[in-house]
C-alpha cells in the first residue's frame, strides 16, 4: 500500500440521497486540493461512475459559483454494482488507469460501508465527508445539508399552521430521516408542534390521544410531526390510527418529501462543507483515511468509517422535554 506522501491525484465524488451544502463541499475539496498541488478528477453519479469510468478533470474555476447551489454538481445514484466484488474491482480498475491515489467521498452510510470495503479490499485511501439531510452519522454534531432541510421542513409547516388553525384541524406531518429522528425532532421543536413521532423513542398512540385530548378545546389547531421511520407506520397510517380514537378529529395529513433536500444551503450548511473540505484535505495529506471528518464540540475530528457507520448516534432526549412543556 502506497503511503500518505505519496497522494497527488485524488478522485472526488457524491453518493446516495444528495443534500443542501454538496455543492459547496465539492467546491472546498478541489479549492483545498489545487492550493496543495493536488490534482482532482470529479467522478460522476457517485461509485456508478467510478465503475464506468464516468470521470473529468476538476480545477479550481470549475467550481465557481456552486457554493450557493443544492444537488450536487458530481450528480448522485445509490449503487447496486459497487455491492458486487467484480464491481468494485471495476471502480479500482478506473482509479488506477487515471493514476488516483486516493478518494474523497462525500455522503452518508451507504457511501461509507462502501468506502471501508474498498479500504478492507484494495486498501484504497478515502476520507469522506458527512453528507445527508439526516444527521444520523456518529463522529460529527451536524451533516452536510441537515441544516437547510430543517429550515425547509419548518418553513412548510409554518405554512401548515396557518392553514390548520383557519379551520381548527389536526395535521400529521411527515418528515425524513430514514430510520432516524433528527429531523423530526428538531422540526417540531422550532416549529411549535404539540407531539412528535420518531423511531428511537416507540410512543403510544394512548400518549399521543392523550396530549391531543388535552390541546382540543383550547387550541385552534394541533401539528403532529411523524418521523418517517416511525414504527406505528407514516403520518397516514398514525392519522388513521388517531380517527379511530378520536372520530370528531377534523385531520389532514402533509407529506413533506423530497422538498427537504432541494434548495440553496443554509449559511450553516455553507460553512460547514467549506471548513470540513479543506479539513478533509489535511487529513489525507496527513496520512488519514478510512475515515469520515466531522465537527464535534465545534472542533474538527477524524472518525473511523467503522464508527460513524456502526455507533448509533443519539438524539438529545432534553428536547422531547422542551417540546412537551412547550406544547402545553
Ligand atoms: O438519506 C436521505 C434521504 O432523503 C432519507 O431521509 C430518505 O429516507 C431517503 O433519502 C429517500 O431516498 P430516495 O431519494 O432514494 O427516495
Redesign the pocket.
Known sequence: MSTAAEVRHIGIFTS??D?PGMNAAIRAVVRAAHVSGLRVSGILGGYDGLINDHVRPLGPRDVSNIIQRGGTILRSA?SAQFRTVEGRAKAVATMNAHGMDGLVAIG?DGTFTGANILFEEHGIRVIGLPG???NDLAGTDLTIGFDTAINTAVEAIDRIRDTASSHDRLFFVEV???DTGFIALACAVAAGAEFVLVPERPEHIDELVAVLGQASGTKSSSIVIVA?GEEEGGAFDVSKKVKQRIPDADIRVSVIG?I??GGTPSVQDRLLASRLGVAAIDGLLQGKHDVMTGVVNGRVLHTPFKEAIGKRKELNTDLFRVLSILAT
Do not use: F, L, V
Open positions: 446516495g440521497g443534500s445509490r452518508g445527508t439531510i439526516d425524513m430521516g430514514r418517517e423530497h427537504q433536500r
